[in-house]
Nanobody, 120 residues
């Protein structure tokens, strides 16, 4: 069982930056996929980025490539999402998730979410 707690959300102006953190209790295995998703008001949840806990696989949604960076710190059991050049369309609740295998991209554990609001 893995429990996830997000932090780092907030209000920022367009063009600004935020860093989200996802602290995992329990120890993810190297095969785990650690992902970030977001949900804007009135829209479905969408994939943002993912990293395999081993660190050797990373994915980004096209909408965030070149602006967001995902990293994981094994010593701290934490995954970070560095978000730069933020746009109003990045606004939403950001969720951290963990899946037991990278290839399936099925996420079994979810955090409670953290709000990101980008003002224009």
């Amino acid at each position: 069982q893995v429990q996830l707690v997000e932090s780092g959300g907030g209000l920022v102006q367009a063009g600004g930056s935020l860093r989200l953190s996802c602290a995992a209790s329990g120890r993810p295995f190297n095969s785990y996929a650690m992902g970030w998703f977001r949900q804007a008001p009135g829209k479905e949840r969408e994939f943002v980025s993912a990293i395999r806990w081993s660190g050797d696989r990373i994915r980004y949604a096209d909408s965030v490539k070149g602006r967001f960076t995902i990293v994981r710190d094994k010593a701290k059991n934490t995954v970070y999402l560095q978000m730069n050049s933020l746009k109003p369309e990045d606004t939403g609740v950001y969720f951290c998730a963990a899946g037991r295998t990278w290839d399936s991209q099925i996420y079994d554990y979810w955090g409670q979410g953290t709000q990101v609001t980008v003002s224009s």
